[in-house]
């Protein structure tokens, strides 16, 4: 990890949509084994739900959990337009500006999510939903006592509204995520009714639960599409407080939220005020941390964890560290090779990179051991391809035999081990190999390509903690005579720069839940390597992979999914779309000692800090200290 993820297993599932067409039957989401479109308390993928209409609260909260204080942090995930080091906008939902982290948090949405269930959602502003049996249509009813802030009424026209505006002019990821959501008409004002594609994927129903809803009127007299600093109105637990742009922003618990004493919202939301703080380096932060500036961290930076817990509030027990597991899957980090550039687009030389970077000197050298090196977009999950494809992974690769590579059909590709020295001759001398069979020579000591170009790559990154982790990389590069360089620069010029997909190669993280779907396009589809925005960095446009992402979305079972998912690994992984990096399953964190907390993590989130609750007595001795 080392380097702030980008997208969350649970950021992952709430972005999230079979191929061949032997398996492109409907999709019955949250069906539930009924066959009628009766009234239901929830819903999720298989229609499997661990909660029973009459449940009063979710397993992992405490119901009594106390309200009040302050729980400040410097963010650790992101969404849409969201940016990790500064914000200058409060509207998340669209490509412009960089949005301030936290908002999502002032907006209701219709379903819940439990943490404890891979994708299952209840009802939050909808108090239940019928969907018919073809599973195309779905009716969601509205909670008579469901708010905005000024007190006013969501109605069906409101839901309407959101999921039109955000697919007609959100962010590009929205747009696609919804490419499936053919209508939608409020038919009173407590009922509005969705209806989807055949073969839609079997998470866009779930996606559209978990959008925010805003309010027609409200933007009746502004544009939902600009950048903004005026803060929305919004239906959710906080509204917007204090702030400062580009260095801290304030929510503040809405008083008698109309949502709180919900199952789906009973023991959550403790805190008065949820803030965070934005540092342009990493270092700056952590003293930030040591000095209370701020009460909670997560670490992402193996030297930190290693080597700076040691200042006096560790010591005297006032901050406390902890390693939490981390029980879903780890997807993919690495540096992506962005394939649109000429230079990238021979599969040869992106695997040349690869053998070029030493990872067992890096975790050895730089992060004290704590890392395993990355395989799969699918790492640390039963949907990560190994050893030979299975029978059924067979039929659905079959049919692109000649278009794929052939190892696709054998033993998946796993990055090489190096003798850890840094500079393992055998690994840069296969480098040297495979470009020259790719038709890159070397001349006067330089490699060139078939037009006698020189061959020169740029890393881009938005922030120098990271820069170690390239230089002997970048020497390596250089030793087979490919001129490499790094560049930083400032975090809203690098988000101008990935949107606009101009760069060479750059570090991106992303994890998928259990149930990957439509998110999957955004990632690895044709269509979004055209699209502006998009988060397939890397530019993969392959008509297999395309079906391969419908068979996953096609699949009827778990077993169906598990089988589609390590078929499209295999096929992604031979492409040498990125050079993988590293993984661990687990969260460092550090806290300052003011907090309560259950008894039980959720399995499938930190669950920080929804469910976390201040704690004045801990407080009152931290302060005496």
């Known amino acids: 990890m080392e380097r702030r993820q980008l997208l969350t297993r649970r950021d992952a599932l709430a972005l999230s ?25 929830g819903m999720s993928a298989f229609g499997d739900l661990k909660y029973q209409p009459d449940f009063r609260h979710f397993d992992y909260v405490d119901p009594n959990a106390p309200k009040g204080g302050v ?36 907006f209701a949405t219709l379903m819940a999510r439990a943490a404890d269930e891979p994708d299952a959602m209840y009802g939050l502003a909808a108090r239940a939903v019928a969907i018919a049996p073809d599973g195309l249509t779905y009716r969601f009813f509205l909670r008579p006592e469901a708010r905005f802030h000024d007190g006013s009424r969501i109605l069906a026209a409101d839901i309407a509204f959101s999921l039109t505006t955000l697919k007609e002019k959100g962010h590009p990821i929205i747009h696609q995520l919804l490419r499936d959501m053919t209508g939608i008409e409020a038919a009173d004002e407590e009922t509005v009714v969705v209806h989807f594609a055949e073969k839609r994927g079997r998470d866009v129903p779930l996606f559209v639960a978990g959008l925010p809803i805003f309010s027609r009127a409200y ?67 952590f003293e930030g941390f040591t000095g209370q500036s701020y009460l909670f961290r997560e670490e ?23 390693v939490l597991p981390d029980e879903t899957p780890s997807g993919a980090q690495g540096w992506f090779i962005n394939t649109r550039r000429e230079t990238f687009r021979h599969p040869k030389l992106r695997e040349a990179l690869i053998y ?15 890392y395993q090196r990355t395989h799969s977009v699918f790492q640390n999950s039963d949907m990560m391809a190994k050893g030979a494809p299975s029978r059924e992974e067979l039929a659905l690769l079959e049919p692109f035999r000649g278009q794929v590579p052939d190892e696709v059909f054998g033993e ?46 740029e890393f881009l990154i938005d922030e120098p903690t990271f820069q170690p982790h390239h230089m002997l990389f970048i020497k390596n590069l250089n030793l087979i005579g490919i001129a490499a360089s790094l560049r930083v620069v400032d975090p809203v010029q690098y988000r101008a720069r990935l949107n606009d997909f101009d760069f060479d190669l750059t ?30 960095l890397a530019g993969i446009a392959d008509p297999a ?76 001795k931290t302060e005496r200290t």
Request: aromatic letters at 14%; hydrophobic letters at 35%.
């Open 545 to 620: 992979i395309d079906a391969l992402i419908d068979a996953v979305i096609a699949a009827n079972t778990r077993d169906e999914l598990v089988t589609a998912a390590r078929a499209l690994d295999r096929v992604i992984r031979a492409g040498r779309y990125w050079i993988p990096h590293w993984y661990k399953a687990s969260h460092w964190i550090a806290y300052w000692d003011v907090f309560g907390r259950p008894a039980t993590k959720p399995r499938y989130a930190r669950g920080i800090p929804e469910t976390w609750w201040y704690d004045r007595d801990k407080a009152g």
């Open 17 to 41: 949509a079979a191929g061949l067409a032997t398996l492109a039957a409907p999709r019955f989401i949250g069906r539930a084994r009924a066959d009628s479109d009766d009234e239901r308390h």
């Open 412 to 457: 998946p590709f796993v990055p090489p081990v190096s003798d850890g020295s840094g500079q393992d001759r055998a690994l840069l001398r296969k480098a040297a190999q495979l470009l020259r069979e790719a038709g890159f020579p070397i001349e006067n000591g330089r490699l060139v390509d078939a037009r006698g170009r020189k061959v020169a790559i």
């Open 300 to 322: 992402f930076t193996s030297r930190v964890w290693a080597t700076r817990y040691d200042f006096p509030a560790i010591r005297d027990h006032r901050v406390k560290r902890e």
């Open 356 to 370: 070029a970077f030493d990872f067992e000197w890096t975790n050895k050298s730089l992060m004290y051991g704590s």
């Open 507 to 536: 570090v991106q993280r992303f994890s998928f839940s259990t149930l990957p779907g439509e998110t999957l396009r955004s990632y690895f589809s044709s269509q979004a390597a055209a699209t502006r925005g998009s988060y397939n």
């Open 219 to 285: 933007y009746a007299t502004r544009p939902f599409d600009e950048s903004t600093l005026e803060a929305p109105l919004g239906s959710g637990p906080y509204k917007v407080g204090r702030f400062e742009v580009g260095r801290y922003i304030e929510y503040e618990r809405v008083r008698n939220w109309w949502g709180a004493n919900l199952p789906v919202s009973v023991g959550q939301n403790n805190f008065d005020t949820v803030r965070y703080e934005f540092y342009r380096d990493r270092d700056v932060a």
């Open 71 to 106: 729980f400040s942090q410097v963010g650790s995930t992101r969404q849409y337009n969201q940016n990790f080091l500064t914000f200058n906008s409060l509207n998340t939902y669209i490509l412009k500006g960089d949005g301030a982290q936290g908002m999502e948090l002032t």
